[in-house]
């Protein structure tokens, strides 16, 4: 992995010295009405002459649609290759800027500035790039490294707890994938933390280890989908359904219960730690409401899964905490069972 993370609140200092020193034709920030408001005052004085996109918040407007009015945009203020983009927000900012920085007159400069708790352990880290495409999350995209990511975790001040939450999961994953002793230990504290520097910094590590390992997803990089087989695909499924939608660190939440069932189903991992997930993510997480109709629907989703060969659904399961084994068969029946188990929690 190419790109150079800073943390901390010296994080900001760093995007100054790195937009100031580099010959970049113009600097552009892409955020939306919150990040304007929150976290832009923040931000502002560490940046030197600049445009301003922005666009609507919120996982329904991560399309092509917003997409043409960035590129729009872009070309109206005459951007050329040597411009940069500051995405300054969370996972939907990063992944659809990232995405436009890098198709744009074949790829311009960008950098991450994540201000949500998701992003900043998951979703700035690792050069994914993507969109939703017809309902389907992240269907199309690109792998491009950002030029640097700046992680300051004083914008988590500016989160409802539910945001906070949603990232906390993919804290999360990466303890159950990588780090038993970890989880262990965090499982008695959960988000009374006091801590989020070094959670967030433990957290980024681990990916970026795995990342730097299999950069283009070929084989080990999959350990980091545990819980979004399943997860992806109830996240999907509750999108369009008003009232109903979740944030997509509640759904890998959902996805996690599932694939650890599964993952006792396929004995590989022990009844006792299916017990402390199960009671660590519940005393967490608010119960999610799936219904036997919604099963079927649910389940044919992961069918677009973007880790499956031909039409074998390829699954993350766990080998024991802290353990990760990739391109795991399951089926549509196996993933319906884990939600009937979901269901009864």
Known sequence: MTESIHFGHDALQHLKDLLQNRAFSKVVVLLDENTLHQCYPRVKPYLPEHHLIQIKSGEEHKTLQTCEFIWQRMTELNLDRWAVLVNLGGGVIGDMGGFCAAVFKRGIHFVQVPTTLLSQVDASV????????????????????????????????????????????????????????????????????????????????IKSEVVTADPLEGGYRKVLNFGHTVGHAVET????????????????????????????????????????????????????????????????????????????????????????????????????ESLRYYQLL
């Open 126 to 205: 690792g050069g994914k790039t993507g969109i939703d495409f017809h309902g389907l999350k992240n269907h199309l995209g690109v792998y491009k490294e950002p030029q640097a990511v700046f992680i300051d975790s004083a914008f988590l001040q500016t989160l409802p707890p539910q945001q906070i939450k949603s990232g906390y999961a993919e804290i999360i994953k990466h303890w159950l994938i990588a780090d038993a002793a970890k989880f262990e230990e965090q499982r008695y504290i959960g988000l009374f933390t006091d801590n989020w520097d070094e959670l967030i910094q433990h957290s980024v590590s």
């Open 237 to 336: 499924y509750l999108m369009d359904k008003p009232g109903r939608e979740l944030l997509h660190g509640e759904a890998i939440a959902v996805g996690m219960l599932c694939e650890a069932y599964l993952s006792v189903k396929k004995e590989l991992l022990t009844k006792e730690e299916l017990d402390k997930i199960e009671t660590f993510l519940v005393s967490v997480y608010e119960k999610v409401t799936i219904t036997e109709e919604d099963l079927a629907g649910i389940a044919a989703l992961a069918l677009q899964d973007k880790k499956n060969t031909k039409s074998t659904i390829n699954c993350t399961l766990l080998k024991g905490i802290g353990h990760a084994v990739y391109d795991q068969p399951i089926t549509l029946s196996d993933i319906q």
